[in-house]
C-alpha cells in the first residue's frame, strides 16, 4: 500500500527565512505533484515533477524529485507571508493502479 | 469554462440518511476521484474511476458507494450516514493515459452528520 508522507506537520517562520519541506513515499514512482490550499479553499497544482533529478521553480518556490531515494522537497526561498497555506504533495505510483495518494500536509505560517 | 464543480456545498445530515454527492466536469477528463480531508489526516482517496462506468476502491471506501454512468460525472453516495462521515469532500479529475498529469478540484462540499 502507497504511503506518502511530509515532514514538518506545521511549519512557523519568519520572513525572509529560507526553509524545505520534505515529502516521502513508500513505492516506485517518478510523477510527483504539489499542491497549495489556502484556508477553506480548494487545492491548486504547483508543480508537476516526471523524472527523476527534475527540478521546476516557481517564484520563492523551487520543487525538486529523486525517485531513488523516493523523495520531494519545496524549497521555499526568503519567504513572505503571501505563502502562508498548506502545502500538499501527491504521487501517482507506476503501479497501474491509476490512483492518486496525498501526503498529509504541511501547515505552513509566515510571520511578519 | 467551469472545471470541477460539486454540489452541494454544505450539508447536514441527521444519523441514518442517506445522500449522494455529485460531481461534475467539463474538461473531458478520464480520471475522477473522491477525497475525504479531515484535520491532521491530508486528503484520503475513498473511491475514483478511470473511465465511465468504472469504478475502484481507494483507501477509505467503507461506508460509501459510487457511480460513474457518465463521463462528465462521478457520484458518491452515503447510504447511511454516521458521525464518523462528517468530513470536507472532495472531487477531482485529471487527463487519463501513461503520462502523468495534474489534478484539477472542486470547491468542496462541507458534510455534517449529527
Known amino acids: 500500500e502507497l504511503k506518502v508522507e511530509q515532514n514538518p506537520l506545521f511549519l512557523s517562520m519568519q520572513e525572509g527565512k529560507n526553509y524545505t519541506i520534505y515529502c516521502n513515499y513508500s513505492t516506485t514512482s517518478d510523477r510527483l505533484y504539489w499542491y497549495r490550499q489556502d484556508p477553506g479553499k480548494s487545492l491548486e497544482s504547483l508543480f508537476v515533477l516526471l523524472s527523476n533529478g527534475a527540478v521546476k521553480q516557481e517564484g520563492r518556490l523551487m520543487a525538486s524529485l529523486d525517485t531513488k531515494a523516493r523523495l520531494s522537497t519545496l524549497h521555499i526561498t526568503a519567504a513572505v507571508h503571501d505563502l502562508s497555506a498548506t502545502y500538499f504533495c501527491?504521487?501517482?505510483?507506476?503501479?497501474?493502479?491509476?490512483?492518486?495518494?496525498f501526503g498529509t500536509g504541511t501547515r505552513l505560517k509566515v510571520l511578519a | 469554462n467551469a472545471g470541477v464543480t460539486q454540489t452541494p456545498k454544505f450539508r447536514v445530515l441527521k444519523t441514518g440518511q442517506s445522500m449522494t454527492l455529485l460531481c461534475a466536469q467539463d474538461m473531458n477528463h478520464e480520471y475522477m476521484y473522491w477525497y475525504r480531508q479531515d484535520p491532521g489526516m491530508g486528503l484520503r482517496l475513498i473511491h475514483y474511476?478511470?473511465?465511465?462506468?468504472?469504478?475502484a476502491k481507494g483507501e477509505v471506501p467503507d461506508g460509501y458507494n459510487v457511480s460513474r454512468l457518465k463521463k462528465q460525472n462521478f457520484l458518491l453516495g452515503l447510504e447511511s450516514a454516521a458521525p464518523s462521515q462528517t468530513s470536507v469532500y472532495f472531487c477531482?479529475?485529471?487527463?487519463?493515459?501513461?503520462?502523468?498529469?495534474?489534478?484539477?478540484f472542486g470547491q468542496g462540499t462541507r458534510l455534517t452528520v449529527v
Open positions: 501527491a504521487v501517482d505510483p507506476r503501479s497501474g493502479t491509476y490512483k492518486y495518494i
Open positions: 477531482a479529475s485529471r487527463v487519463g493515459g501513461q503520462g502523468g498529469t495534474e489534478a484539477f
Open positions: 474511476s478511470v473511465g465511465e462506468g468504472t469504478t
